[in-house]
């Protein structure tokens, strides 16, 4: 009982396209070296060529390592990762991406919205205006989503969009007079709201998918030490310091339900499933509420009618005029 979760280790077509956001350290680090091993071209979707570059050349080094000795047929995996830049605080950013990957001439079989902060102690804002766990955990990648989804649907049947979402969800909660902390702020609660979002988002994106034979899934990677504390101070790393006592994986044993949800063919044909220690899990009753996860996503579409045209709402039946404009009168 409660054995460890099995990654897939089949080899995959050379030409099955995956993005991972947050590519460059901590579980995306791991998610995209084994894909890469296993022979699917991998984009690093983060903010830093050079953090990116290095990660790439400690990838190919410890490939050579993992794989010494190996007698099977195929030797040493040659790994196919590229970088391009994405930095999920700016939504111009996120827009400037997916432009220069459709340029590419690629398919798109596999979104892994990986990348994600807790904190800072105090409430901070993006450019765009918007609390940052809330643009850079969150609306950034519903925004990338929608970009990508004409790929994604190309690339169908057995494509798949995978929310890498946190147990922290259960800290949460829908108000929409607070959503971007009008009224008060606390860190745990907004990391918490912007991972019950994605949840959420699973299922408000699969109900208008249906029929697309695109697979939209999140997961809890379980207690990982990670960088995602990178912004924390003060107070917060007293949360910091709680997280990593219950820290009982490192990012491979984290990487795992990521890559079992992004590769496990058992699973094509599904959807809207949360994944938690390797395989499908409950999870919490707000994030299964049909009525909150619509307000969220008729919020999060008016977060983005500036910068979304009836070509791309049309993916998701949706039109610009029926989306009111954002009062921000009160954030």
């Not at 991972?20 to 830093?48: D, E, P």
Request: charged share 20%.
């Amino acid at each position: 009982m409660g054995g460890k979760p099995s990654v897939p280790e089949d080899q995959l077509p050379l030409e099955r396209t995956f993005i991972v956001t947050g590519a460059n350290t901590g579980i995306g680090y791991m998610t995209t070296k084994t894909i890469a091993q296993l022979g699917g071209r991998v984009i690093m979707a983060c903010r830093s060529e050079q953090k990116a570059t290095d990660a790439i050349h400690r990838m190919k080094q410890e490939t050579q390592e993992d794989f010494k000795g190996s007698k099977g047929s195929n030797g040493i995996p040659e790994l196919n990762i590229q970088y391009m830049n994405l930095d999920l605080s700016s939504l111009e950013s996120t827009i400037n991406f997916a432009r220069q990957f459709k340029e590419t001439g690629l398919l798109l079989h596999v979104l892994i919205c990986n990348a994600g902060l807790l904190g800072p102690q105090k409430k901070a804002l993006t450019d765009d205006g918007f609390e940052l766990h809330f643009q850079v955990n969150y609306l950034s990648h519903f925004l990338l989503t929608l970009l990508l989804l004409p790929l994604l649907k190309e690339s169908a049947p057995n494509s798949r969009i995978v929310n890498v979402s946190s147990e922290g969800h259960k800290y949460s909660e829908v108000k929409l007079s607070n959503i971007q902390g009008q009224k008060s702020y606390s860190v745990t609660k907004f990391y918490g709201n912007s991972k019950l979002f994605q949840i959420m988002n699973m299922y408000s994106l699969s109900r208008r998918l249906t029929g697309h034979d695109i697979s939209v899934f999140s997961l809890h990677p379980g207690f990982v030490e990670t960088d995602i504390f990178r912004t924390t101070s003060g107070v917060t790393k007293c949360c910091v310091d709680c997280w990593l006592v219950c820290a009982s994986k490192d990012t491979s044993e984290g990487s795992k339900t990521s890559l079992i949800a992004a590769l496990d063919e058992k699973y094509n044909g599904k959807t809207a499933l949360y994944f938690k220690g390797g395989k499908p899990s409950g999870h919490s009753g707000l994030s299964r509420n049909e009525a909150k996860q619509e307000i969220i996503w008729r919020y999060s579409l008016q977060c983005l009618k500036e910068k979304l045209t009836d070509a791309i709402l049309q993916e998701v039946g949706e039109k610009l005029d029926s989306i009111e404009p954002l009062d921000r009168s009160s954030s």
